[in-house]
């Protein structure tokens, strides 16, 4: 790339240096990528195959909400898996070269590399285009790949590559030191007091708990109400809990574009649980660390001494069996429910949310398209990047059109990229709702 | 972003307009960051604002979470907002040379 600036920005040096990542020279990264995608489709066979079977038959292109967003061609996901599809059969794909020229077929080059990383940036790993596609390719899977591919040759983006390194640093993506993850906790229990005149512990490290509850590290930062809703829901239901002072993030960046750092946020979670004697992990709101828990952890870190499952599973059980209550005239406004991709399309999670919200609010309403055909809030796959914020608002633009039409006046999102995402977003196409977690709404309806 | 030149000294800022070294700050440097998240002069109400983030950050290397900063200040997230139209982490934080909060914010 020139004298352009990408965007998002790419990760300088000293980020790339603690993930064991390197620079590879502008002119090398074509010949380096290439030799990285070899490797990939001897071990990726769900990346051989999506390369393989696509017809172009482009029912893919109006489903995408990148698309439909941005309006650019190459953001339909047959467009942008095409993009590594024309080198796959140049170099890969077994053929006489004259039929491969008329299929599309052309050698990488730096401008490759190039829209390699601005496009596999804008698709937000959602999954939608699997849904739809009638040979099953998941646009989300390649893009996972290719992103990996692009941290071994340097081009992680900033963004991501820092949340990493702090995750490693201190078991957390914000980056947040044990002693400022204390100070927090300590506030927080002193706000439950103040509020609820009770004595609602939040426990840290506390050996042969039941729960080891793993939040995402936004809600000691910015989403509080939700967090200090959990800890009144543990409270009211009697069950002993506890956070791990080694890993307060169920945000699983390692996810979107590296796959050591997926393994290894794994492992650590698994360790805390572990060395606390556990009964059982429960993970708080965020769509893709649920995605990560539930589908890879016990392929990764099996096999597991204890169930890792949702905190929404772990509130219906409590529900279930009349451990807590809920006054629904505590939320007495409209409210409509937004699918986080990887709970609708990749973690399991449609009914359960909707079971709990239909118990402690009065008037909820469903959005059309919804459940695994609901769009993304275009922050998945952590786009969140503020350089970002003009392709942000456009990926946006389905999902603000679904949400305005509802007449909502509370958005219910239960994961932290599409708490992170949605304000801004809604604000730029002027959809005046306010967005909120399931968590603060069941804090709210509690009976204590 | 272009760096700071603050009373001759050149004071290197990302491309967010986060200051790259923390402890270039001064208050000279805050006036000048102010400008750029279109606070025109920093009032008293904007200095509790900083240096209760400044102290937090020499105590804990980090910003305090949100609703810690509007309770020990006394000033509500509506409030923060009109001290710092960019908001408590990349308005305030800014200004008061912290590191830019990063993650799902």
Known sequence: ?448 | MADLNVNGVNIPLDEDGFLEDSDLWNEEVAKALALTEDVEELTEEHWVLINYLRDYYQKFGVAPMIRKLCKETGFNLKKVYELFPGGPAKGACKVAGLMKPTGCV
């Open chain 1, 1 to 448: 790339m020139s004298d352009q600036v990408r965007i998002p920005y790419v990760a300088r040096e000293k980020d790339l240096k603690d993930l064991h990542l390197s620079q590879v020279a502008p002119e090398d990264q074509p010949k380096t990528a290439l030799e990285i995608l070899g490797e990939m489709l001897k071990y990726k066979r769900s990346l051989k195959l999506y390369l393989d079977v696509c017809t172009h038959c482009g029912a893919c292109a109006e489903q995408c909400h990148s698309y439909l967003g941005t309006k650019d061609p190459y953001n339909m996901p047959v467009a942008r898996v095409d993009l590594v599809r024309r080198v796959y059969k140049q170099v890969f794909a077994p053929g006489p070269s004259i039929l491969k020229s008329w299929d599309g077929a052309k050698a990488i080059d730096q401008e490759t590399i190039d829209l390699w990383y601005k496009y596999f940036h804008q698709c937000n790993q959602c999954r939608r285009c699997a849904v739809f596609c009638p040979k099953g390719i998941d646009t989300a899977e390649v893009t996972i790949a290719m992103r990996e591919l692009l941290a071994h040759i340097g081009l992680p983006s900033r963004f991501h590559a820092g949340i990493a390194k702090n995750m490693a640093k201190t078991g957390n993506n914000m980056g947040n030191p044990l002693p400022a993850v204390l100070d927090g906790l300590e506030f927080l229990e002193e706000e439950l007091k103040e509020e609820t005149g009770l004595d609602i512990p939040i426990p840290v490290d506390k050996e042969g708990a039941e729960v080891l509850f793993n939040p995402s590290s936004s809600d000691l930062y910015v989403n509080t109400d939700g967090f200090m809703s959990v800890a009144k829901i543990f409270y009211k239901a009697g069950v002993s809990w506890t956070l791990s002072s080694k890993i307060t993030e169920t945000a699983n960046f390692g996810l979107f574009f590296h796959e050591p750092t997926m393994r290894e946020h794994s492992r650590l979670l698994v360790q805390a649980g572990k060395d606390l004697g556990v009964k059982r992990l429960v993970a708080g709101e965020c769509g893709h660390g649920w995605r990560t828990w539930r589908m890879f952890t016990e392929t990764i870190n099996g096999p597991l001494p204890f169930p890792v499952i949702h905190l929404f599973e772990e509130v219906l059980d409590y529900l279930r069996e009349g451990r807590i209550q809920f006054d629904k005239s505590k939320n007495p406004e409209k409210v409509t429910y937004h699918d986080p991709c990887n709970y609708a399309r990749g973690g399991d999670l449609i009914q359960q949310p909707r079971e709990i919200l239909s118990a402690c609010v009065q008037n909820f309403i469903e959005m059309t398209p919804t459940a695994q055909y609901s769009f993304c809030c275009g922050g998945g796959s952590g786009i969140l990047m503020d350089e970002a914020m003009e392709i942000r608002e456009a990926l946006a633009q389905p999902k603000a059109e679904c949400v305005r039409s509802t007449g909502a006046e509370i958005l219910c999102a239960p994961c932290a990229i599409c708490k992170a995402q949605l304000p801004d977003v809604m604000k730029h196409h002027k959809v005046d709702v306010t967005i909120k977690g399931l968590s603060d709404l069941m804090g709210r309806a509690l009976i204590l």
